[in-house]
């Protein structure tokens, strides 16, 4: 539709129309105005699924793995498949808007959303965002590249003021959003913090250079909550606030404009955006009748309304896309010996050990999450891999999390119905009950909304699998109650003290009981949250056996060990400190998860160790180990795809898109609500090139199941580089060739180097092939604060190429054009 015929929409509206259209309607729709044919759009969370409306565990989706292990695959044709694949579950559920990608940096491993991030460099970032938004408008869906920007971590999210240097802005946080609007971004979703100053709803980057510079089309969406003001937001090029009803942008701003404050020009542009947005994913319809199947506000479209109750099992061809996608994003950092491959005709016994191993982490924590609709486990996946081959053996070793543990359908019964999982049942003032349903876990983070609803109730029959002294407990806001067997165990009003949204909505706060209960002995547990207002939506019910006594455990796990031809230890970490709503203190894993390391490392010499993460761990016992394979949270179809590369059917394709070491060096807490760059320019691999120590593994390090000789470096011209490298080793491989531009002696601040461009190298044993590698003009060209725009600083230039960032075999030199 061209911009003559959304005028002429635009012009058919009285202005208390065009202001209703500028804020949702709901949670997650905007207003439909039937009288232009537009219809209400819906957006659903992502990166890693598609959600949908609501938090309902029986609404199942296809869950890819982390947005690193997506970056560590470097493979943007995959991504973009990925992306399709998203699109083609959005639209299944009626979805018009997923919320993703996040183009954020990994300026420090504390970040607590780390793992919906990409990568530490510009560059990666941009170029796979740009391949995940490709994906998934190619399915006429909108992709949301967010959080504009500078918004890289979590601690005091909602209000931190980042002060960071006008180039250091330019080349690194604006750098991959620019990306994205070479892609075609259709939305771009503007971040709680402000920027030098300015929350990032009122910002002038909003309009250049987004708007402006960029020449971005779509729609500038805020974050939910962010839009907090009136006359300076509307004033700037923020487009929509979300969620609805919003009080800054409903009667006030209708006000604003009739007074003049807000001009209507600026309203007329946002509702021309809004609309050109419907007609790109489908919602718009002018000339016809059919204004959705539901005028109304609240319904739901028919893609959502018909699924099944328990959600449906994702196809063969997508289970095999998600598998692929955990072997490409795997990274092997060691294999001393060339442990891995394993060959399964030498196997007898395996031994796989960590609590990991049995109850893989697939996602982070926060509004990411999705459901889905099964998960296979590294321990699943081994011994389906290894089954009428080899005896594999489990043992947990040790515990790693104080979070109480939802109850699920492996140990609840309905006491109504009798069948696997909970009954919640909906209670009004006098306790009637004027709605029950069958729930599978008993993380109720959305309960079904009823007229009159005044208390939310959970009951289940807990049939406990050992005798002792269980954990029982409830989590909400507000007034809770925890009864066993009629017994009330707990009877508290938790006040809320916090306003941000992760926390309110998906992490209420735990109240804990402990009771003796014998095996197999059921009991009825019932937890009650009174629904006032403010109180959020999640009610939780738990329950935890006797904690095992690590000591025994580790033992255990050594005694496991040396009984077999191989341990497979899986570590990682825990929602506590990995989620959306607050950062890491520490890189540490949490529990004793080194001593089982080093205790079965040291009990059987042939032992692996995988690596469940979201973002970096300190691993001090590194080098004690002769395999390191880092799965990141890999998807549902987490065991399969690692088996695969243990067992040599895949080579793990994965690379580091970030620096891994100990300890990190940029820090995530504000000082009196400022959160300055004082890095500039040197963030990740750029901040170790200049630090006297080296990080534990480089940006870009990976090892295949084969080896390469890098052997000669051309330039055809400054924008065209050739790479020759042969395959030394015994296999056929993948290796990803990555080319580093430096520049000695610059006039301006420049990183000591910075990645330029990657290509994927594949070659048989003994063979020599060549990889072309394409730079840009911006490749090198660096941010002016003189002439406040891209410059080219005379060369000559250094080029590099190799593996990583700290292993570049190959340079040659170019003299760029300046102009």
Not at 499 to 505: C, F, K, R, S
Not at 653 to 670: E, F, H, K, Y
Request: with cysteine; net charge negative; hydrophobic share 40%.
């Amino acid at each position: 539709m061209i911009d003559d015929e959304l005028d002429h929409l635009v012009e058919k509206l009285d202005l208390a129309q065009k202001v209703r259209l500028l804020a949702g309607a709901t949670v997650w729709r905007t207003h439909a105005e039937p009288a232009i044919g537009l219809r209400a759009m819906i957006s659903s969370d992502g990166p890693v699924g598609v959600r949908g409306e609501g938090w309902d565990e029986r609404n199942t989706s296809p869950t890819l793995p982390s947005p690193t292990a997506l970056a560590a695959t470097w493979d943007e044709d995959l991504v973009e498949r990925l992306g399709a694949l998203l699109a083609a579950e959005a639209r299944r559920k009626g979805v018009h808007i997923l919320l993703a990608p996040t183009l954020n940096l990994h300026r420090s491993g504390l970040g607590g959303r780390h793992f919906e991030c990409f990568s530490e460099d510009p560059l990666l970032t941009g170029r796979i965002g740009a391949a995940y938004i490709r994906g998934v408008q190619s399915g006429g869906v909108a992709a949301t590249a967010k959080h504009f920007t500078a918004n890289d971590s979590e601690t005091e999210r909602m209000t931190v003021d980042v002060r960071v240097d006008e180039q250091a802005l330019h080349e690194l946080y604006l750098a991959p959003f620019e990306e994205a609007v070479n892609a075609g971004a259709w939305v771009i979703m503007s971040g709680y913090n402000a920027v030098n100053g300015t929350t990032m709803s009122e910002s002038p980057l909003l309009a250049d250079p987004l708007k402006e510079r960029w020449g971005f089309d779509g729609v500038v969406i805020s974050d939910w909550g962010g839009v907090r003001s009136t006359l300076a937001s509307a004033r700037a090029a923020q487009d929509l606030a979300m969620p609805g009803p919003n009080a800054y942008w409903g009667d006030a701003l209708l006000a604003a404009v009739r007074s003049g404050e807000v001009p209507e020009s600026a309203i007329d542009d946002k509702v021309r955006r809004i609309l050109r947005l419907a007609e790109r994913v489908g919602a718009l319809d002018p000339g016809g009748d059919d204004v959705m199947d539901a005028t109304a506000e609240g319904h739901r479209p028919r893609a959502l309304a018909s699924r099944g109750g328990h959600g449906d099992p994702v196809p063969d061809r997508t289970a095999a896309l998600l598998r692929q996608a955990v072997a490409a994003g795997c990274v092997l950092l060691r294999n001393e010996g060339a442990l891995l491959p394993l060959d399964p005709a030498s196997l007898r016994r395996v031994a796989v050990i960590g609590p990991n191993a049995a109850a893989v982490r697939i996602q982070g924590g926060g509004s990411a999450g999705v459901y889905p609709d099964s998960v296979v486990s590294p321990l699943e996946g081994i011994r389906d891999a290894l089954c009428g081959t080899a005896e594999v053996a489990y043992a947990p070793g040790v515990s790693t999390t104080d979070l109480p543990t939802p109850l699920e359908t492996v140990n609840a019964r309905n006491p109504r119905t009798g069948e696997p999982g909970l009954l919640v049942r909906i209670l009004d003032a006098d306790e009637v009950e004027i709605h029950a349903e069958h729930r599978l876990t008993g993380r109720l983070l959305e309960p079904t909304v009823v007229d009159s609803a005044a208390t939310v109730e959970v009951r289940a029959l807990l049939n406990p699998a050992i005798s002792g002294n269980w954990r029982l407990a409830v989590a909400g806001w507000g007034r809770v109650t925890l009864e066993a067997d009629g017994r009330t165990l707990l009877d508290e009003e938790i006040p809320r003290d916090t306003d941000d949204p992760a926390t309110v909505h998906l992490h209420p706060p735990y109240r804990t009981a402990h009771l003796a209960l014998t095996a197999q002995t059921p009991v009825e547990l019932v937890a009650r949250r009174q629904l006032a207002p403010d109180t959020g939506r999640a009610t939780v019910l738990a329950a935890d056996p006797p904690r095992l006594d690590d000591d025994r455990e580790l033992a255990a796990a050594a005694d496991l060990a040396r009984t077999c031809d191989i341990a497979v230890v899986v570590i990682g970490t825990t929602e506590e400190i990995e989620s959306e709503g607050r950062d890491r203190t520490t890189l540490a894993l949490p529990g004793r998860q080194n001593d089982l390391v080093t205790t079965v490392a040291a009990a059987n010499p042939r032992t692996i160790v995988i690596v469940n993460s979201g973002g970096p761990i300190a691993m001090p016992w590194h080098t004690q180990i002769p395999a390191l394979l880092l799965t990141w949270f890999p998807g549902q179809q987490a065991g399969h795809g690692l088996a695969d590369i243990l067992l040599g059917g895949t080579e793990p394709g994965g690379r580091l898109p970030t620096t891994w070491n100990d300890s990190p060096i940029a820090t995530t807490t504000p000082t009196a609500g400022a959160l300055t760059y004082t890095e500039s320019l040197d963030i990740g691999y750029r901040a170790w090139l200049r630090h006297p120590d080296s990080p534990t593994y480089w940006f870009g390090h990976g090892l295949g199941y084969t080896t390469w000789s890098y052997e000669s470096i051309t330039a055809d011209n400054p924008l065209t580089i050739r790479v020759r490298l042969r395959n030394t080793g015994p296999r056929p491989g993948r290796e990803l060739v990555q080319l580093y531009l430096s520049h000695p002696g610059p006039t301006i601040s420049r990183p000591h180097r910075w990645l330029a461009a990657y290509a994927p190298a594949t070659a048989d044993p003994g063979e020599c092939t060549e990889v072309v590698l394409r730079l840009t003009a911006r490749s090198y060209q660096h941010w002016s604060t003189v002439h406040h725009s891209w410059q080219t600083d005379p060369g000559p230039y250094v080029v590099l190429a190799g593996p990583s960032a700290g292993a570049l075999p190959l340079t040659t030199t170019i003299t760029p054009p300046v102009g």
